[in-house]
Nanobody, 124 residues
Framework: QMQLVESGGGQVQAGGSLRLSCVAS????????IGWFRQTPGKEREFVAG????????YYEDFVKGRFTVSRDNARNAAYLQMDSLKPEDTAVYYC?????????????????WGQGTQVTVSS
């Protein structure tokens, strides 16, 4: 059973940056693709960015392309989401998910493990 813990959220002004971390324990982290998702009240969890188990492939939704960067360090059992040029519409709870898969999938229902989430608030 893998546990994921996110950190790094907070409040920032529009145009600012945050770096989210997702640290895993209790499993073989390098066997899992990692997806970053976000959720606002009353809405479904939406995919933001993902990285393959090796780190060799990444995928971003259009609304974060050029602003967010996903990375991972398998030696540290950690994944990261660097968020730059933040906008008020990026305000959400951000989650990392682990998917025992070769690819990067955007549907949250297929992920095996989740962290507890970290709040990101961007003010205008």
């Amino acid at each position: 059973q893998m546990q994921l813990v996110e950190s790094g959220g907070g409040q920032v002004q529009a145009g600012g940056s945050l770096r989210l971390s997702c640290v895993a324990s209790g499993g073989t982290f390098s066997s899992y693709a990692i997806g970053w998702f976000r959720q606002t009240p009353g809405k479904e969890r939406e995919f933001v960015a993902g990285i393959s188990w090796s780190g060799g492939s990444t995928y971003y939704e259009d609304f974060v392309k050029g602003r967010f960067t996903v990375s991972r360090d398998n030696a540290r059992n950690a994944a990261y989401l660097q968020m730059d040029s933040l906008k008020p519409e990026d305000t959400a709870v951000y989650y990392c998910g682990a998917d025992f898969s070769q690819g990067i999938y955007t549907n949250y229902k297929g992920y095996d493990y989740w962290g507890q989430g970290t709040q990101v608030t961007v003010s205008s």
